[in-house]
């Protein structure tokens, strides 16, 4: 399928080829030391972290998955940043100054204080197993989209291409410099992708016969029965999957999603932890969340004119019937459908390029962070136990093996995910969303224990992350099928999932008497 690429769509390949080559001998510098490697010296610009935490935020799933949602909802998405507005303000009052108070290289050394270092390496094994999942999803989302662009199939071997390509260009712009080369290689990928994305709204409000009055009023009155396209606030109770943006979800489960993300989530936390301080760490997050607001503004609103396009024959002048978008049998959203079939020369190739750097800003902030945990966490303890005078330098190379190590761990679990697909009916897009609940419920319980309680141990802490993930197992219908009548199945949504996860595990978590309480209890006997 690359014959239907032209010369233009080629220039544009090349240019951005030439921009990665560029850029990544331009930030790949040696760190010294690994202090420099995972935490960047600490000497971060703010306005630079703000960019790297949208772009970490963001991935091939929301490029795909935001422009669905416009076609298909409203723009009740966009009202999860109060959520997420709420939950940067926790965070940056609760954990960032402990985090920067306690020098840490990753959030879950923090625990290592309070319950020892057993608890820590338990946290850090959640977060690696979960982020795995999470983020090899989106790599093998953003591979499925290229291996229809550029190969016209999603055939195994041409999607297992298209995920090698993508991990390799990722492991080899971020490896040499660590995070700094990561961040400042995300605000280059920030840009393209949501250039690509406000291309992409130009050319197709060109292709509408219409005015804005016109698609305005087409939008607040979609048709008979059915709600207003331009609806920002849902105030439905609804408790299922359908209802994970309404407005009462968005106030619980989507803060809590959020604090995890923020605070919890190595992925996300070890960007604001290169800032000078605390102080300059929150004025980041909070930057990050007001920006989405904008960037999500935009891939919805590709949503809303895609269904003028397809779903308004009477504004476009065509007699078409609905489009029901497919790529050889399988479904697909409905901007592939756009991109494959509709799209200009250029703008094809531009896409094509914003949603590579859109996998990969996020598998460039995975790489990092699970690398840090790896070292940090797990490897550096049990190295200095064996030999205490090891050059600082060792860690560094470490970590760079370590992202060699997460690289293949990922590409294989993308891989996994491909056949995993063809014989589950549980759309990819909600699992990618929706798997981090696994590992954030107990996370959760555990960091709220620590906060605002003085009890919990070790051994409760393991018992609050293995409940959580339990707990969230339990909820997912194909689980419950296999143990309950079909009645008494229900559906869920993620975030009434989280809620009550986290309640659990905090429960679990505090029911532990600390070590201060069992030397009170024996001094006293």
């Known amino acids: 399928m690359l014959e239907q690429y032209t010369s233009l769509d080629w220039l544009v390949f090349a240019a951005y080829g030439l921009l990665l080559l560029g850029s990544g001998w331009f930030f790949n510098r040696s760190s010294a030391n690994s202090k420099d490697y995972f935490l960047g010296g600490n000497s971060m610009p703010v306005w630079v972290v703000a960019i790297s935490v949208l772009a970490t935020s963001q991935s091939a799933a929301t490029f795909l998955g935001g422009p669905d949602q416009g076609y298909r909802g ?239 024959p009477d504004i476009m002048h065509s007699g078409g019937n609905k489009i029901v978008p497919s790529f050889q049998g399988e479904s697909v959203t409905i901007f592939m459908y756009y991109v494959l079939n509709e799209i200009p020369a250029g703008v094809k190739a531009l896409v094509t390029v914003g949603i590579v750097a859109a996998a990969l800003s996020t598998l460039n902030s995975g790489l990092n962070s699970m690398s840090s945990v790896i070292v940090q966490d797990l490897y550096r303890p049990w190295r200095q136990r064996v030999n205490k005078d090891i050059d600082d330098k060792h860690f560094v190379k470490a970590g760079q093996f370590g992202m060699l190590i997460v690289a293949l761990a990922l590409s294989a679990m993308a891989c996994l995910c491909y056949f995993w697909q063809q014989h589950s009916d549980m759309p990819l897009l909600q699992f990618a969303l929706s798997v981090m609940v696994f590992s954030y419920s107990g996370l959760l319980g555990v960091y709220f224990t620590v906060l605002f309680t003085q009890r919990g141990n070790q051994h409760s802490v393991l018992a609050a992350l293995l409940g959580g993930f339990i707990l969230t197992l339990m909820f997912q219908p194909y689980v419950m099928a296999l143990f309950l009548p079909q009645a008494w199945v229900f559906d869920l949504g993620f975030t009434w999932q989280l809620c009550v996860g986290t309640i659990v595990a905090f429960l679990i978590c505090s029911s532990g008497k600390s070590h201060a309480q069992n030397t009170l209890s024996a001094t006293e006997t």
Request: aromatic letters at 16%; hydrophobic letters at 55%; charged letters at 10%.
């Open 74 to 312: 409203d723009f009740s998405y966009l009202t999860s940043n109060i959520g997420a507005l709420i939950a940067a303000f926790f965070v940056s009052y609760f954990l960032i100054p402990r985090f920067y108070q306690q020098q840490v290289f990753t959030v879950y050394e923090l625990l290592e204080k309070r319950f020892g270092a057993a608890a820590k390496r338990y946290a850090g094994t959640m977060y690696l197993f979960g982020r795995i999942f999470a983020s090899g999803a989106r790599l093998y989302m953003a591979a499925i989209a290229i291996s229809m662009i550029l190969f016209g199939d999603i055939a195994s071997s041409h999607v297992i291409i298209a995920i090698l390509l993508i991990a390799t260009c990722g492991l080899l712009y971020t490896v040499y410099g660590g995070i700094r080369s990561v961040i400042y290689s995300d605000v280059l990928q920030c840009s393209i992708y949501v250039g690509a994305a406000i291309t992409v709204v130009y050319f197709l409000f060109a292709a509408i016969p219409a005015d804005l009055s016109t698609i305005y009023h087409a939008l607040a009155e979609p048709g008979e029965g059915q709600n207003s396209k331009l609806r920002f606030f849902n105030f439905a109770l609804d408790f299922s999957s359908a209802g994970v943006f309404n407005f009462w979800s968005v106030l619980t489960g989507f803060v809590l999603l959020n604090i995890a993300a923020f605070g919890l989530d190595q992925d996300m936390t070890q960007r604001v932890l290169t800032c000078k301080n605390a102080r300059e760490g929150s004025k980041a997050m909070i930057y990050s969340v007001l920006m989405v607001i904008p960037v999500m503004l935009v891939f919805i609103s590709i949503g809303l004119l895609l269904y003028i396009y397809y779903d308004r």
